[in-house]
């Protein structure tokens, strides 16, 4: 299949034409790449925010836009990278593309639902665009009661609408990607031969189906309080401001989980592939994700330390948090161990990998930090915070999307992208990362609480250090759009294993037919078998791809 | 189109594992309805604990034998839902017909009470928001009591209304021969849909209607 032209091939690209085979299509690879361009879209639109709020950050005064401005700015920041990228893009994107290919399966198990999944998606955008269009909304993505039931005069009702609706897009993904896995296996694919990737997307779907509805309902509740004036969370007829903010993060934590864990099981699939060997510990790698998940529902608590909830409370939620660094540590040490003594190559994805090892690590840290009573009094609703989310949010997760995005970019479209600016483009993220967020730590820790618009002047040095490093950041994420969508054209055709990655997504042609393999796979030994292969062939024997 | 293998959709090996991906599917969807559900019932609980006195006296203003009365209605409506998953499993399609057609009445017997009695509410100016008027010691509470009133029996009406869209959507698909003892998932998903909605009820009628009744 090497280096032959692609286009005589036919594949799930160019099985049919226009814009209704896409827009109707019930092709798990396609609704990928309907997700992959709608996430990039609110990707960009979520970065134009957070370009806003570093160019006010600048100078200690308020000169760019006025307090009310900034409260929006930085809530539809929130929103629209937390609920219209994080949560979808590995996913929606990667899961999807991948999950059946990777388990031998022809389609997810409910194709339709799938489609409809991206449409509820598309329709709760719609409704937080119109919010944002309709002069925005200010009450932070956490959309705390009394204040956005009550007394917030911006587009509540309309962003909860969205958020709501497009919960429903995660629950029906979750749902889908559960039964798929118990259901669609090929012959022989027994749970651990499952690639760690599948794992992780497995503890994801169970969040996505346990914890989503709790926040969907807490939200509807929002919305009716706020629309017809009910009273379930006013403190004025004895209503308990802190349920909300129970309700909301009892999702709202697992969901960071849903964030990360597919990165993580994006990174198990890079590491021993630019390693050359079998993943160190399969079986604690794939029952610590299910670990996160099930400890990830037990922590919510820890958003709450200084809100009055009981001390006692507070406690148990303490150490139920430093739990979960368990698995979180096992995943890392295991990466690690995968390493020693690997061969290893710095292929793009590879970069994003290690640099995602790196970022998760010190985010993970700093969650334990936060995680102690005492430390978060000091640092709570500073910019510590501030520093630490965006370590495992945009350093790992988008990180590991990104690397994922590197990897799989050959067998989702056939062809390669220049191998040189894509480690360059690593490199600038990563560095312009760390320019952005490490100052944060050293704000939050002197003190600079989050979400005001205006700072003491002292504060100024880190602030332009911070913003330095986001313009940095922002060419960082420009240059793969760029590049990704000229190798579309100009690539090297990638041939259908250009890592000479094992997995069964690689044993089909890419990009693959329609049905995903022309026979159903057979599968007769363990995900990651890379010790079968001689480190220095593998390297001669992989396409210098040019 | 009666053959379990003439709907088996591209993505199945087999009809077998067709209708076992649609079971789980269909458990797993009503647990995040559980979920859903339990927020509310979550905001419940913490407000009764608070406010147990407020709760039981704003209870004994709904009215216990409509509520026993829709309890019973719902019961009969599980077991004419059992009923037509059993006619269609047994491949008679007169009675599961008749058997839809009965549950769907049911379904409806029951939002006729229901919104009678929200409109008996609204005349008694027991509607939160709008017109809420109320002994002064019990007020705040007891609009509380009310607004969980409103919002889980409206999320469960809206439950059967949309169960009732889906019955209409059963009874056309039996009419016109879609289902046979082979293939008759549709029945057998929506029933449990069906029985989760009454389960609901069955938990929402002691918690709304019966907590003033031992005082």
Redesign the interface.
């Known amino acids: 299949m090497n280096g032959q032209p692609v286009a005589r091939r036919e594949h799930y690209l160019n099985v049919s034409y226009g814009v209704k085979s896409w827009l109707f299509t019930t092709d798990h690879k396609r609704i990928a790449w309907l997700y992959l361009v709608s996430v990039t879209f609110f990707f960009f639109i979520g970065g134009l925010f957070a370009t806003l709020i570093r160019l006010e950050l600048l100078t200690p005064q308020g000169d760019l836009v006025q307090a009310e401005t900034y409260n929006k700015l930085f809530t539809m920041h929130g929103v629209t990278m937390i609920f219209f990228f994080l949560i979808p893009s590995i996913p929606a994107v990667l899961g999807n593309f991948l999950i ?1 290919m990777m388990i031998g ?7 339709r639902l799938n489609l409809a999944s991206w449409y509820i998606y598309i329709l709760g955008g719609l409704f937080t665009l119109a919010a944002a269009a309709a002069g925005g909304v200010d009450t932070g993505w956490t959309f705390y009661t009394p204040y956005s039931s009550i007394y917030s005069n911006t587009n509540v009702a309309l962003t909860v609408v969205g958020v709501f609706i497009t919960g429903f897009s995660s ?1 029906l993904t979750g ?2 990607f ?3 896995i ?3 296996r090929a012959p022989g694919m027994t749970w651990f031969r499952l690639p760690l990737f599948v794992w992780s997307h497995y503890a994801t779907s169970i969040i996505f ?6 926040l ?3 939200l509807a ?1 929002v919305a ?2 706020r629309l ?5 969370f006013d403190p ?5 401001p802190l ?1 909300f903010q ?2 909301f993060w009892f999702y709202s934590h697992p969901a960071v989980y849903i964030m990360i864990l597919p990165g993580m099981g994006v990174i198990s699939e890079l590491i021993p592939c630019f390693s050359r060997k079998r993943v160190f510990g399969y079986e604690f790698v794939a029952f610590s994700s299910v670990a996160i998940a099930v400890i990830g529902f037990l922590v919510w608590g820890h958003h709450m330390f200084v809100s009055g909830q009981s001390v006692y409370a507070g406690m148990v939620f303490s150490l139920l948090s430093f739990l979960v660094a368990i698995p979180s540590a096992i995943k890392v040490f295991n990466w690690t161990a995968t390493l020693y003594k690997g061969s290893i190559s710095y292929d793009a994805p590879m970069l994003y990998a290690l640099g995602f090892i790196g970022l998760f690590t010190i985010g993970g840290l700093t969650g334990l930090f936060l995680a102690t009573l005492g430390i978060d009094i000091h640092v709570h609703d500073t910019y510590f915070v501030i520093a630490h989310f965006h370590y495992i949010m945009v350093g790992s997760a988008v990180m590991a999307y990104l690397g994922g995005i590197h990897f799989w970019w050959p067998k989702m479209t056939g062809r390669m992208y220049s191998e040189g600016w894509a480690r360059l483009a690593a490199l600038i993220i990563f560095i312009g990362f760390n320019l952005t967020f490490f100052p944060q730590f050293v704000l939050g820790y002197l003190g600079m609480p989050r979400r005001y618009h205006v700072y003491p002047p002292e504060f100024q040095v880190l602030n332009v250090m911070s913003s330095a490093g986001a313009s940095i950041l922002a060419v960082g994420y420009v240059l793969p759009l760029v590049y990704m969508i000229w190798s579309l054209r100009y690539g090297a055709v990638a041939g259908k294993n250009p890592w000479r990655a094992t997995g069964l997504e690689w044993e089909t042609p890419s990009p693959p037919p329609t ?1 995903n393999f022309e026979v ?1 796979p057979l599968v007769t030994e363990e995900a990651y078998a890379y010790d079968a292969i001689e480190p220095e062939a593998a390297y001669a024997g992989r396409p210098a791809h040019v | 189109m009666s053959k379990a293998e003439a709907v088996r ?5 087999d009809s077998g ?1 067709q209708h ?2 649609s079971w ?2 269909m458990w ?2 009503l ?3 559980i ?6 019932f ?2 419940y609980i ?2 009764r604990s ?2 147990p006195a407020a709760f039981a006296n704003a209870s004994n203003h709904l009215d216990v034998w409509l509520g026993g009365i829709n309890t019973a209605v719902l019961i009969c409506s599980s077991f004419t839902m059992a009923s037509a998953v059993h006619s269609a499993a047994a491949g008679k399609r007169r009675t599961l017909v008749s058997c839809l057609l009965l549950t769907m009445a049911l379904g409806l017997v029951f939002l006729g009470i229901k919104f009678s009695e929200y409109y008996v509410k609204f005349v008694e100016h027991l509607v ?3 017109s809420f008027v109320y002994e002064q010691r019990f ?3 007891a ?2 009591f009310f ?2 009133y ?2 889980m029996t409206g ?1 469960h009406a809206l439950h059967m209304i949309i169960g009732i869209g889906l019955l209409t959507y059963l009874v056309v698909n039996s009419l016109r021969g879609r289902f046979s003892p082979s293939y008759h998932t549709p029945v057998e998903m929506i029933g449990l849909y069906w029985h989760f909605v009454d389960i609901v009820w069955i938990f929402l009628f002691p918690l709304l209607y019966l907590v003033g009744r031992h005082l």
């Open positions: 059946p399966a022809r389609d997810l198990a409910f194709p629950i749902l889908n559960v039964v798929t118990h259901k669609m189906i346990l914890g989503t509805p709790v969907a309902i807490s509740l009716v309080e017809l004036n009910l009273g379930i004025a007829r004895g209503g308990d349920l129970h309700l049905d159903t | 959709a591209h993505q199945f090996d594992q076992e991906a789980i599917g797993v969807f647990a995040t309805e979920m859903f559900f339990g927020g509310m979550m905001g913490l407000y608070l406010y939160p928001g709008i007020a705040g509470p609009e509380i607004s969980f409103f919002a999320m």
